[in-house]
T-cell receptor, first 114, second 111 residues
Framework: DTAVSQTPKYLVTQMGNDKSIKCEQN?????MYWYKQDSKKFLKIMFS???????INETVPNRFSPKSPDKAHLNLHINSLELGDSAVYFC?????????????FGPGTRLLVL | SQKIEQNSEALNIQEGKTATLTCNYT??????LQWYRQDPGRGPVFLLLIRENEKEKRKERLKVTFDTTLKQSLFHITASQPADSATYLC??????????FGSGTRLLVRP
């Protein structure tokens, strides 16, 4: 009955590799997000999709590319991984981005780049 | 741009006492402000939302206040329990409709 799920939960990889993180929500929400939480615990938005359309694209290196095949899924592909990409990545969803929406978060993907 | 400040030092209190956490923001007052709870190794979980025209909001042992003059929200947990130990995040929408989060305050409730 998981509302927002992410895979994998842990990801350990070498610098320079390409990896993907997957996210799925079964809440019927229209909007999905990717956040990055660094070692200082700041949670910063990276991307947001509304009905498969990109609506927020923060100042993120273009090595990061989100893809939304349908409104229940939002994946994150990262090319040429760097040490500084090590962080916890959270997927979230909400009903309506313009209203007083509550965001529902996934369990996070802990990425460690060696 | 909007900035949120939460006390980065952990708040350590005795079980049964009231915990009070502070969230200050720097620029315009948002239409609403949210509080989330985050446990280690987990994603944030929504707790409460308070609108700019509401002074106070309650949910069970939780109470949130919103003072647009002081640009501050206070989050209270009454009759605190060890199970309340977690990090509490304040969040609000910035001018471009992104939800921005504070770094959170860690609460430790001693039995």
């Amino acid at each position: 009955d998981t509302a927002v799920s992410q895979t994998p939960k842990y990801l350990v990889t070498q610098m320079g590799n390409d990896k993907s993180i997957k996210c799925e929500q079964n809440l019927g929400h229209d909007t999905m997000y990717w956040y990055k939480q660094d070692s200082k615990k700041f949670l910063k938005i990276m991307f947001s999709y509304n009905n498969k359309e990109l609506i927020i694209n923060e100042t993120v290196p273009n090595r990061f590319s989100p893809k939304s095949p349908d409104k229940a899924h939002l994946n994150l592909h990262i090319n040429s991984l760097e040490l500084g990409d090590s962080a916890v990545y959270f997927c979230a969803s909400s009903q309506d981005p313009g209203v007083q929406e509550t965001q529902y978060f996934g369990p996070g993907t802990r990425l460690l780049v060696l | 741009s909007q900035k949120i400040e939460q006390n980065s030092e952990a708040l350590n209190i005795q079980e049964g006492k009231t915990a009070t956490l502070t969230c200050n923001y720097t620029n315009y007052s948002p239409a609403y402000l949210q509080w989330y709870r985050q446990d280690p190794g987990r994603g944030p979980v929504f707790l409460l939302l308070i609108r700019e025209n509401e002074k106070e909001k309650r949910k069970e042992r939780l109470k949130v206040t919103f003072d647009t003059t002081l640009k501050q929200s206070l989050f209270h947990i009454t009759a605190s329990q060890p199970a309340d130990s977690a990090t509490y995040l304040c969040a609000l929408k910035d001018s471009s409709y992104k939800l921005i989060f504070g770094s959170g305050t860690r609460l430790l409730v001693r039995p």
